[in-house]
């Protein structure tokens, strides 16, 4: 069992999950986003008066006015393969306000598993499918064009988040085409 609450976002309703025990968050998905709850195989029950989800509220009103709420603030407990925990752990360690590329990312899983490398589109399914967005700051997350390419919430929405962050988003480029569109 799962439970959920809705928190309302300047991007709009976001929902949020834990785990039964009501001591991990698995997930924070933005209206609309893709893969939208892919990471549980049970069904959410709204249950707002879970209190890890009265922190969590509190951490995004503090980051959605501009402040950095540290992660460690909230036990997060992401549902996916040891190669996406892997992903997601990177994705927790950019910095606000910063972004790295797929290929980066890549580097460090191909180093952290011992291989030669590692393809930049294997990280963009592991990134594409992060169950905690925003908290887990795959928004963060740009190509190695400088386009702001995938994001499951939607570009609009990855825009406004770097924005939030002082990110200078008109150094980047929209892509041209392609599953990020």
């Avoid at 709420?69 to 040891?82: D, I, K, T, V």
């Avoid at 200078?168 to 085409?177: E, G, V, Y």
Wanted: hydrophobic share 40%; charged share 20%; glycine share 12%.
């Amino acid at each position: 069992m799962y439970y959920s609450t809705v928190y309302l976002s300047p991007l709009g309703k976001i929902t949020l999950a834990c785990d039964a025990d009501g001591k991990n968050l698995v997930g924070l998905w933005l209206e609309g986003q893709k893969h939208y709850g892919a990471s549980l195989d049970e069904p959410l029950t709204e249950n707002d008066s879970v209190q890890l989800f009265t922190a969590a509220k509190n951490w995004l009103d503090r980051y959605f006015a501009g402040a950095e709420p540290e992660l460690a603030e909230l036990p997060l407990a992401p549902r996916g393969s040891e190669f996406r925990q892997g992903v997601w752990e990177i994705l927790c360690a950019i910095p606000y306000g910063e972004v790295i590329t797929y290929g980066a990312i890549a580097k460090k899983m191909a180093a952290r598993l011992r291989k030669k490398s590692m393809s930049g589109q294997a990280v963009g399914g592991a990134v594409g499918h992060n169950p905690i967005s925003i908290i887990i700051p795959c928004h963060r997350v740009v190509g190695a064009d400088g386009s702001l390419t995938g994001y499951a919430g939607g570009l609009e929405k990855k825009i406004r988040l770097l924005e939030l962050e002082g990110v200078d988003t008109a150094r980047f480029s929209l892509p041209k085409k392609g599953t990020a569109l």
